[in-house]
């Protein structure tokens, strides 16, 4: 179901970029052994860069090396060991006419907020994804719950606060007006790292100080007792929504073993909605993707209360992740779009974003 007139060239050079220094890096790894797994090696020239836990750029020799024996060598996770490099001058295309494109395959803060963003918007080269803005609003779920409100987007109910004001008065009435339990969370950071469940003021200053161990600002968000639905989105003026799924978690929620180590949590696609649900929820899922200013693909979570308040939005997460365990690439497969065509797509969407923007990076010059 490929989507629009312009097609991507037929040779380009795809630089995955993996790793990082958040604590999503080993998420991140392995989502990148499986981008490479599924590569058209007749279509791409894939250059694999990791970048390390202390922020160093590097050529991925062993995924280098495995990439020459073919998919069936690559290893289940890819390591940032290998020649160190420059941070893009040397991943530049070198052959004229050459199409280069950077898949960035990071998750969570210095990859997927903006920053690597905005050094490829600097570097003029074509990537995957939400551009600096999208990119930065989505990771942080502060700011994302202050545009989604004012876009009118049901969510859930929710206080945040930076380091400096927490205090025992403020966490002690957290709990009087949102009521026990409740979830809190670092603003900016993906896979449920960091994330607990507090009933009381003792529990909950602990999982403030666990969640403020990863950043400055703190969200905590009331319990609600519902179905957990997510769908995909790609695309950029006209984004197109896939099939819902349901996630069944197996712990008391969908934490970062049922996602990424245990692989426990079950998937339901499509999920089990009536027509109209299922027409609601895409439609609310595009909007999402909108009103942040995302571009190219998001994964768009819902909490759904069926007999309460219907669809709340949790949050959008502009680069999912494409592990064995994934929800987004599940939802396309089961729309129409199989893994290797989910790539292609998003590198035309990459270079349509980059050819419509390009006019306007010139203009007064």
């Known amino acids: 179901m490929a989507s629009g007139s312009d097609r991507s060239p037929e040779r380009v050079r795809l630089v995955v970029l993996f790793g990082g220094v958040s604590a999503e890096h080993e998420v991140s790894c392995v989502s990148a052994a499986?981008?490479?797994?599924?590569?058209?090696?007749?279509?791409y020239d894939v250059l694999p860069v990791g970048i390390t836990r202390a922020g160093d750029w590097v050529h991925s020799e062993a995924g280098i090396a495995a990439l020459t024996g073919g998919a069936v060598e690559l290893p289940d996770r890819l390591d940032t060991v290998g020649e160190a490099l420059e941070p893009l001058p040397t991943v530049l295309p070198s052959v004229p006419g050459e199409q280069i494109v950077v898949l960035p395959i990071l998750h969570g803060p210095m990859g997927e907020d903006g920053t690597v963003q905005g050094l490829l918007e600097l570097a003029g080269v074509?990537?995957?994804?939400?551009?600096?803005?999208?990119?930065?609003?989505?990771m942080d779920k502060v700011a994302a719950k202050v545009v989604a409100g004012a876009a009118g987007l049901p969510q859930c109910r929710h206080e945040a606060a930076r380091?400096?004001?927490?205090t025992d008065e403020w966490l002690t009435g957290v709990l009087d007006?949102?009521?026990?339990?409740?979830?809190?969370?670092?603003?900016?950071?993906?896979?449920?790292v960091g994330v607990s469940r507090a009933d009381d003021v003792g529990a909950l200053r602990a999982a403030v100080d666990h969640a403020l161990a990863y950043d400055e600002w703190v969200v905590i968000e009331e319990a609600v007792t519902a179905r957990e639905l997510e769908v995909g989105v790609i695309g950029n003026a006209r984004p197109r929504a896939s099939v819902p799924g349901?996630?069944?978690p197996t712990h008391d929620f969908y934490d970062y073993e049922d996602k990424y180590l245990e692989g426990a949590a079950e998937m339901v696609i499509p999920a089990d909605?009536?027509?109209?649900?299922?027409?609601?929820?895409q439609d609310l899922a595009i909007r999402s993707f909108k009103a942040l200013?995302?571009?190219?693909?998001?994964r768009v979570d819902f909490f759904y209360e069926e007999d309460g308040r219907g669809l709340l939005l949790n949050e959008v997460n502009t680069m999912p992740g494409f592990t064995p365990y994934s929800m987004f690439p599940s939802l396309w497969a089961a729309t129409g779009l199989p893994y290797d065509e989910l790539i292609d797509e998003l590198v035309r969407?990459?270079?349509e974003r980059h050819g419509h923007r390009a006019p306007h990076r010139t203009a007064g010059r």
């Open 34 to 43: 499986h981008v490479l797994r599924a590569t058209n090696p007749e279509r």
């Open 126 to 138: 074509p990537y995957v994804g939400s551009g600096v803005l999208g990119s930065a609003l989505c």
């Open 163 to 166: 380091d400096a004001d927490v």
């Open 177 to 192: 007006r949102l009521g026990a339990p409740v979830f809190v969370k670092p603003a900016n950071l993906g896979s449920s």
């Open 246 to 248: 349901e996630i069944v």
């Open 273 to 281: 909605l009536p027509a109209e649900v299922t027409k609601e929820i």
């Open 293 to 298: 200013r995302c571009d190219g693909l998001a």
């Open 349 to 351: 969407l990459a270079l």
